[in-house]
């Protein structure tokens, strides 16, 4: 899909959907953005006002030069901070036909990524995106999530054993409803636990919920640059959208 004006989000839906998830989840407890990513200049400034540590459109460039130009441009703000540790993380996400599972269900194996993506990115921080990788991955599937539902995967890390590289998650995966409507897929890192992953609400539908062990890779496939650190975020969430097919989806900018 080409990057374009037409497929990107719009900052008014962007911010609709961020007042949404504050309204739901007490998002103004987390503080000040400690990295941020993002496709236009205009979701920087919002976002940071909004304390949102990490908020990355899934909008699909064609041209990775064009991608990285992108992300240079931004990621220089935050990087004072970008060694703090990641403890929480939202994805939102639409999943479509194409990833049908049982007669009108999701595949559990895009549920299992979903989750697991989203642990991933609750566990590592942005100054270390590969650092730790999935060991295990134990998923409880609850409900049929229906074909054509908006869900949000909510993570959280609740141990971290450094000295045994060792660092164990949780997500669930539940009903947007309404909330996210009006996104496209797109991932936010949190600077605190996401105290809503922790526990059920009346209000939610619970769909799956995953543990998790994460460990520190011993020997890393290459060095990370600040040029491979901005690769390696872009594509990160090029691969949540990418498997969920999220291309397939035509944005909705109507709030
Ligand atoms: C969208 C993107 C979000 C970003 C997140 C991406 C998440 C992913 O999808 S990652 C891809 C899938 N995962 C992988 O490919 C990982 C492949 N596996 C590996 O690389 C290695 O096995 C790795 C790094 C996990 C562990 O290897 P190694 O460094 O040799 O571990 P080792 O030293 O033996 O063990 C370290 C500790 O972890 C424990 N451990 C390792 N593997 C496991 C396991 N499978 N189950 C339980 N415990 C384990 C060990 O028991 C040990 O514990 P302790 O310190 O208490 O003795």
């Known amino acids: 899909m080409a990057f374009t004006e037409d497929t990107l989000p719009s900052l008014e839906a962007w911010k ?16 000040r953005a400690s990295w941020l990513g993002a496709q236009r200049p205009d979701f920087l400034s919002h976002a940071l006002q909004q304390r949102v540590a990490y908020l990355l459109p899934a909008a699909v ?29 939202i994805i939102a996400a639409y999943v479509g036909r194409n990833l049908q599972g049982p007669s009108g269900g999701v595949h559990g194996g895009a549920i299992a990524s979903l989750l697991d993506a989203s642990i991933g990115m609750a566990t590592n921080p942005r100054s270390d995106p590969d650092g730790y990788v999935t060991a295990q991955l134990v998923v409880n599937y ?46 936010l890192q949190l600077q605190r636990p996401l105290e809503a992953a922790r526990r059920d609400t009346a209000r939610e539908r619970v769909y799956a919920d995953a543990t998790a062990l994460f460990v520190r890779q ?5 060095t990370h640059g600040e040029r491979s650190l901005q690769t390696a975020a872009v594509n990160r969430v090029e691969s949540v959208s990418g498997f969920l097919g999220a291309q397939a989806r035509p944005w909705r900018a109507s709030l």
């Open 16 to 31: 609709c959907f961020v007042r949404r998830l504050e309204e739901r989840y007490g998002l103004r407890e987390v503080p």
């Open 61 to 89: 460039c064609d041209d990775l030069s064009q991608k990285e130009a992108r992300f240079c441009s931004i990621s220089d703000q935050s990087s004072t901070e970008a060694k703090v540790a990641v403890p929480g993380a």
């Open 218 to 222: 011993r020997h890393r496939p290459e």
């Open 142 to 187: 609850r409900q049929i999530v229906p074909l054509g539902s908006y869900v949000l995967a909510l993570a959280y890390v609740h141990d971290r054993e450094p000295a045994r590289r060792k660092c164990y998650g949780m997500s669930r995966l539940v009903d947007a409803g309404a909330l996210a409507q009006s996104t496209d897929t797109c991932a």
